[in-house]
């Protein structure tokens, strides 16, 4: 069933087998070298203005789940044909097949059959899998129902979930806050590492300690456990008959290996199977606060959407597969354009955590590669921020070669919504625009004037006004953000990042080639 390589996100086994003959992919990788002064010439507005059904061409859509348009990119008919020609000759497709393949990578596993584990135990991860989230599926049960009360014997009404990693801890913000329903409990996510003190932690919830399930995520110090279960019984004291607070309000996730802390004062932990790693943090020990402040219906419906692009990566053709098609641009960028960084453009509210979790990805995924294979990491900032308005001003300057990503929710359905949200949706149209097209001189000249006049200050501040244009940019667009949706966005990146970490490990030799 499962491989077994489960403490890398990339397979080298499998890369390794699928490697081509370099032989066969001489013709294409010379054809996409000879192309490169063609994308540097290319003039995005020109292209449009010469094939007025360009958009038409160089997009994907996905049934009505998710639309991907690429077609302000430095691309022409021959360049993505030859890319594509890279990506059959180089097994690309075989190798993304296999990552989506359920029975290939454990996170795949637990998103294809989160609604059904039975029957999958011929093998002992598949029956740690069942097993733990079996026992997801109890807890939630036990605590939405008020099976399992709090020390008072009330229901448990907040969720105190501390994550040790800032990063995962953003993720997983981002996802409590789309996956919610009308039933939700609150869930409050605390970063905390090894050397932060627990207890100010729990003295900040203490006005709702009362009713708060406090869950640990990949704690393994036996001493900080007991340290916080000390100081919940300190605030909270004696509960029913006398039972130690902490024995009701503490939820350990732990690795299996310390199975024998479910004993005693940590009767309610949930031993992780060994091979659980970061790589799987959403789908995996996250699901716990995910499932019982949300439900466990709304996070199989989490899952449901990464199982859908899982599926579409696994099964379409390469030049209608999304994922596949970002990692062949994302390389030709990076091999033969020699662009920076990407950068992650979210416009919406609630995505705004997005690019944060795409870094980490890549963040992971390198550790698992050698150094002269590793992705470039993608730059982020938060919406909204000034560092946010910098890094999308920063992809106008001319010396820039920062391709962008950019996200777009169509419909405004979240309780929270506003006419904010139509202006950023707007605001992201708008970018992609601005970019592509640029502004000249003459231009930002005549605006300023009508506003300043004539003046050698009008001229110098049109001067800084002016835009070269032709950046390019890709775009998604999800009809509206629901759990399905956000399952199926965080895949697509899992997904197309293994597929760029697959190309690069495969054609290490023709690229230290063609840079001899």
């Given at each position: 069933?499962?491989?077994g390589?489960?403490e890398?996100?990339?397979?080298?086994?499998?890369a390794v087998?699928?490697r081509p003959d370099?032989?066969?992919?001489n013709?294409?990788?010379?054809?996409?070298?000879?192309?490169?002064?063609?994308?540097?010439?290319?003039?995005?507005?020109?292209e449009f203005?010469k094939?007025?059904q360009r958009?038409?061409?160089?997009s994907v859509?996905?049934s009505?789940k998710?639309?991907?348009?690429y077609?302000?990119?430095l691309l022409?008919?021959?360049?993505?044909e030859?890319l594509l020609?890279?990506?059959?000759?180089?097994?690309?497709?075989d190798?993304?097949r296999s990552?989506?393949d359920?029975?290939?990578?454990?996170h795949v596993f637990f998103?294809?059959?989160?609604?059904?584990?039975?029957?999958?135990?011929?093998v002992?991860?598949s029956?740690e899998a069942t097993?733990?989230?079996?026992?997801?599926k109890?807890?939630c049960?036990?605590v939405?129902s008020?099976l399992?009360?709090?020390?008072?014997?009330e229901?448990?009404?907040?969720?105190?979930c501390?994550v040790?990693?800032?990063q995962?801890?953003?993720?997983?913000?981002?996802?409590?806050e789309?996956?919610?329903?009308?039933?939700i409990?609150?869930c409050m996510?605390?970063?905390?590492?090894?050397?932060?003190i627990?207890?100010?932690?729990?003295?900040?919830?203490?006005?709702?300690?009362e009713?708060?399930?406090?869950v640990i995520l990949g704690t393994?110090?036996?001493?900080?456990l007991?340290?916080?279960a000390?100081?919940?019984?300190?605030?909270?004291g004696a509960?029913?008959?006398?039972e130690?607070?902490?024995?009701?309000?503490?939820?350990?996730v732990?690795?299996?290996?310390r199975k024998?802390?479910s004993?005693?004062?940590?009767?309610?932990?949930?031993?992780?199977?060994?091979?659980?790693s970061d790589?799987?943090?959403l789908?995996?020990?996250?699901?716990?606060?995910?499932?019982?402040?949300?439900?466990?219906e709304?996070?199989?419906e989490?899952?449901?959407?990464?199982?859908?692009?899982?599926e579409?990566t696994?099964k379409?053709?390469?030049?209608?597969?999304?994922?596949l098609?970002?990692?062949l641009?994302?390389?030709w960028y990076d091999?033969?354009?020699?662009?920076?960084a990407?950068?992650?453009?979210?416009f919406?509210?609630?995505?705004a955590f997005?690019p944060?979790?795409v870094?980490?990805?890549e963040?992971?995924?390198?550790?698992s590669l050698?150094?002269n294979?590793r992705?470039s990491l993608?730059?982020?900032?938060?919406?909204?921020?000034?560092?946010h308005?910098n890094?999308?001003e920063?992809?106008?300057?001319p010396?820039?070669?920062?391709?962008?990503d950019?996200?777009l929710v169509?419909?405004?359905?979240h309780?929270?919504?506003?006419?904010q949200h139509?202006?950023?949706t707007?605001l992201?149209i708008g970018?992609?625009?601005?970019l592509?097209l640029?502004?000249?001189?003459?231009d930002?000249?005549e605006?300023v004037?009508?506003?300043i006049g004539?003046?050698?200050?009008?001229?110098?501040?049109a001067?800084?006004?002016?835009?070269r244009?032709?950046k390019?940019?890709s775009?998604?667009i999800?009809g509206q953000?629901?759990a399905?949706?956000l399952?199926?966005l965080?895949?697509?990146?899992?997904?197309s990042l293994s597929s760029?970490a697959?190309?690069?490990?495969s054609?290490?030799?023709m690229r230290?080639?063609?840079?001899?």
């Amino acid at each position: 069933m499962f491989n077994g390589q489960f403490e890398n996100r990339l397979d080298f086994g499998a890369a390794v087998s699928m490697r081509p003959d370099n032989n066969n992919l001489n013709e294409v990788w010379s054809h996409l070298q000879g192309l490169v002064h063609e994308a540097k010439s290319l003039r995005l507005a020109e292209e449009f203005a010469k094939t007025p059904q360009r958009a038409e061409l160089y997009s994907v859509e996905v049934s009505d789940k998710l639309f991907f348009d690429y077609s302000k990119n430095l691309l022409s008919t021959q360049i993505m044909e030859s890319l594509l020609d890279l990506g059959r000759k180089s097994s690309l497709s075989d190798y993304a097949r296999s990552q989506a393949d359920p029975f290939q990578l454990p996170h795949v596993f637990f998103r294809s059959h989160m609604d059904d584990l039975s029957g999958k135990t011929n093998v002992e991860e598949s029956r740690e899998a069942t097993e733990f989230f079996s026992r997801i599926k109890e807890i939630c049960r036990r605590v939405r129902s008020g099976l399992w009360t709090a020390c008072t014997g009330e229901k448990f009404r907040h969720i105190l979930c501390f994550v040790e990693n800032e990063q995962w801890a953003d993720s997983l913000k981002m996802v409590a806050e789309v996956i919610r329903d009308s039933d939700i409990i609150p869930c409050m996510i605390e970063c905390s590492d090894r050397e932060a003190i627990d207890a100010k932690i729990l003295d900040k919830h203490e006005s709702v300690l009362e009713t708060t399930l406090v869950v640990i995520l990949g704690t393994v110090d036996i001493k900080r456990l007991t340290k916080i279960a000390e100081k919940i019984d300190k605030l909270l004291g004696a509960g029913l008959e006398g039972e130690k607070a902490s024995q009701r309000h503490l939820l350990p996730v732990v690795p299996a290996a310390r199975k024998r802390l479910s004993a005693g004062s940590f009767r309610e932990a949930v031993p992780v199977p060994s091979w659980m790693s970061d790589d799987h943090f959403l789908w995996g020990i996250g699901a716990i606060p995910l499932a019982v402040s949300s439900g466990f219906e709304n996070y199989i419906e989490f899952c449901a959407g990464g199982h859908f692009m899982d599926e579409h990566t696994r099964k379409a053709r390469t030049s209608e597969n999304i994922p596949l098609i970002m990692a062949l641009i994302r390389f030709w960028y990076d091999h033969f354009l020699d662009a920076d960084a990407r950068v992650c453009l979210p416009f919406d509210e609630r995505l705004a955590f997005l690019p944060s979790h795409v870094r980490q990805l890549e963040v992971h995924l390198n550790q698992s590669l050698p150094p002269n294979d590793r992705i470039s990491l993608t730059s982020s900032a938060l919406l909204g921020t000034r560092e946010h308005n910098n890094l999308i001003e920063s992809l106008h300057e001319p010396l820039s070669r920062r391709p962008a990503d950019i996200i777009l929710v169509a419909k405004r359905d979240h309780p929270a919504a506003t006419k904010q949200h139509d202006k950023l949706t707007a605001l992201g149209i708008g970018h992609g625009e601005a970019l592509m097209l640029g502004r000249s001189i003459e231009d930002a000249t005549e605006k300023v004037t009508k506003v300043i006049g004539p003046s050698p200050p009008a001229r110098e501040l049109a001067m800084k006004m002016g835009r070269r244009g032709n950046k390019p940019t890709s775009t998604f667009i999800v009809g509206q953000l629901t759990a399905f949706s956000l399952g199926m966005l965080l895949a697509m990146y899992e997904q197309s990042l293994s597929s760029t970490a697959y190309l690069n490990f495969s054609l290490k030799n023709m690229r230290v080639r063609s840079k001899d």
